[in-house]
């Protein structure tokens, strides 16, 4: 057993990593940490699950360290840059490198797309010396002037050839381009082709390569199973008894729509799953994530792409249930399981049309296989699937899922939009006083608590005339607020007319003034006397945000309101 120490890694990261219950180094540690603890350019070529991620987060950490990084800390200026292929695999980057960070007096952050930029940006503008990034958004930051290369001195390229796959190589270039030449630069990489050769040849200078395994080696401590169905029922029959067992299960698809829709219904079948896809948000991702690492769910059903950041441990079964079409995504998607020198199972499904094809992926990725033919009763299966987990009721899922949602309304935003749903929500009206005062105006008027004790249908009503005589451009001098309608114990209101006759109409005020206390139409006088349903709205239309109407010498308008006519429409109508 080679310990930490023994390769020169310093103490308070070796105490941090034996915090984690990790005290031996795996075969890649072993022979690449002499070398990159002491700034030499590394290539490293290891399958998935070799401990790669430990082997750059050592020297990454000590030579900034060592350098005394955190007493240079500049804003947008990291030191140190990892670059990984997906959203899931830079997280995970992420939880590995933070404590050791820490541990040196470093900070880290992570950086990719899919959601806002803003957090990013502060984290970039407070100084940080690591940044875990995924191309795409780490490009479009540069470019908006948020960060800058030029300070970088320890460069790593994690998963080289899945960001080939994914076409990332020519984004790489660029941001490897604005990196320092003089700085370490560490790649890891299972395979070499797809151009990623080349990204060696360009930039590493002299570098020392050391690989633990060909990727076309099958794992010793991984059995590998393929099973024929006869048809699509006999097929559907064994994915759910083989995800119906108590330890981790990875069932991978080829489409997201199709493991989305498997995920679902193995969940309404009785056994909870969640998805992993390009389609989710990020927050979806994460949280079926974490489901799935912290066992509240055993069953994750991903697409290659998604499923590529997925560093679990103890998976006990993946399952192949869309058999993949290249052995290098065969690799890929095995390595989910018999992790870090655990054992593991590899089944792959298939009909009896696809066994041409899945015989020549079998002999591409180097693993000797029988075909056996079974069905969801057959023996192998039983085997496979171990102990039975008991069946969740559906219903009780989803009453899990939503109490593990954030409740509607919780956020935390100091909006005055946001304030204002707070505040209708709970009972209490408008927060802050004053509005736009309506459509197409601009007033500030004072908000004021809906009266309950007068029925909707009055208040209604009462708006609805307000409308009726507002869009006219006839007022009343009798005027209230508009929840001022007529009280319950039959209380009168008054009111007095402003000096421009038609006051917060926004209309142009005609000369004089009028008096509150001279009717001006019978209708007026009449709603004077019987109770005064005039009302005075601050949301009716007007440059102001208010009108005058009074009386019910005319009926409602039915539909919606609208802004009060222009002054020069009203003077033509003259």
Not at 93 to 113: D, S, W
Not at 164 to 169: H, K, S
Not at 188 to 204: M, P
Request: one cysteine or more.
């Amino acid at each position: 057993m080679t310990t930490f120490a023994a390769l020169g890694t310093p103490k308070a990261i070796a105490d941090s990593l034996a915090a984690d219950g990790i005290e031996s180094a795996f075969p890649i540690q072993v022979k690449t940490l002499p070398d990159t603890l002491a700034g030499r350019d590394v290539l490293g070529r290891g399958r998935t699950g070799s401990g790669k991620t430990i082997a750059f987060a050592i020297p990454l950490v000590a030579r900034l360290a060592e350098r005394e990084a955190r007493h240079f800390r500049k804003a947008g200026r990291p030191m140190g840059l990892v670059l990984a292929p997906t959203r899931e695999l830079a997280t995970q980057i992420n939880a590995t490198v933070e404590p050791l960070a820490k541990a040196m007096g470093l900070n880290t952050t992570v950086i990719y797309g899919g959601i806002s930029q803003a957090r990013q940006e502060k984290a970039l503008r407070a100084g940080v010396d690591i940044v875990i990034a995924c191309p795409g958004r780490l490009e479009d930051l540069i470019r908006q002037r948020i960060l800058t290369l030029e300070a970088v001195e320890v460069t790593v390229l994690d998963e080289a050839d899945h960001m080939a796959d994914l076409g990332f190589l020519p984004v790489v270039k660029k941001l490897m381009d604005m990196t320092p030449t003089q700085g370490q630069r560490l790649l890891f990489s299972a395979t070499l082709d797809n151009g990623v050769d080349k990204l060696v040849h360009r930039y590493l200078s002299n570098p020392l390569t050391h690989s633990v395994d060909e990727p076309q080696a099958a794992v010793t401590t991984m059995e590998h199973h393929v099973l024929v169905a006869n048809d699509q029922t006999v097929k559907k029959q064994l994915i759910t008894q083989l995800a119906s067992g108590t330890g981790r299960r990875v069932l991978f698809m080829r489409t997201k729509h199709h493991a989305r829709k498997l995920a679902k219904q193995l969940t309404d079948s009785g056994i909870p799953a969640v998805d992993l896809h390009g389609n989710l948000s990020q927050n979806a991702r994460d949280r079926n994530l974490a489901e799935f690492s912290s066992g509240d769910v055993r069953v994750l059903v991903a697409t290659d792409v998604a499923a590529r950041g997925v560093h679990v441990d103890d998976v006990e079964l993946v399952i192949h249930v869309d058999p993949p079409t290249e052995h290098k995504a065969y690799l890929h998607r095995s390595g989910r399981t018999a992790r870090a020198g655990s054992e593991g199972t590899v089944v792959t499904l298939t009909l009896p049309e696809q066994q041409g094809d899945v015989k020549k992926l079998m002999k591409a990725a180097g693993v000797e296989v029988s075909f056996e033919r079974v069905t969801a009763t057959s023996p192998l299966v039983a085997e496979l699937v171990g102990e039975m987990a008991a069946p969740v009721d559906p219903k009780v899922r989803a009453a899990q899922l939503a109490s593990k949602l954030p409740a509607q309304g919780g956020g935390t935003s100091t909006g005055a939009n946001a304030e204002r749903k707070r505040a209708r929500r709970s009972g209490q009206g408008s927060p802050t006083a004053g509005g736009r005062g309506g459509r197409g105006g601009r007033g500030k008027v004072g908000a004021e608590p809906v009266r309950t004790d007068v029925p909707k249908s009055e208040r209604r009503s009462a708006r609805n005339d307000d409308v009726a005589r507002g869009s006219r451009g006839r007022g009343s001098a009798a005027s209230t607020h508009r929840n001022d309608v007529p009280g319950s114990h039959g209380q009168q209101g008054s009111g007095q007319g402003g000096r421009g006759g038609r006051p917060a109409t926004g209309q142009r005020a005609g000369s004089g003034s009028r008096q509150g206390s001279a009717p001006r139409t019978e209708s007026a006088t009449s709603t004077r006397s019987s109770g005064n349903k005039a009302v005075w709205s601050s949301n009716t239309g007007g440059t102001s945000g208010g009108s005058y109407s009074g009386g019910s010498g005319r009926p409602a308008r039915s539909g919606p309101r609208r802004a009060s006519a222009p002054a020069s429409n009203e003077r033509r109508g003259r």
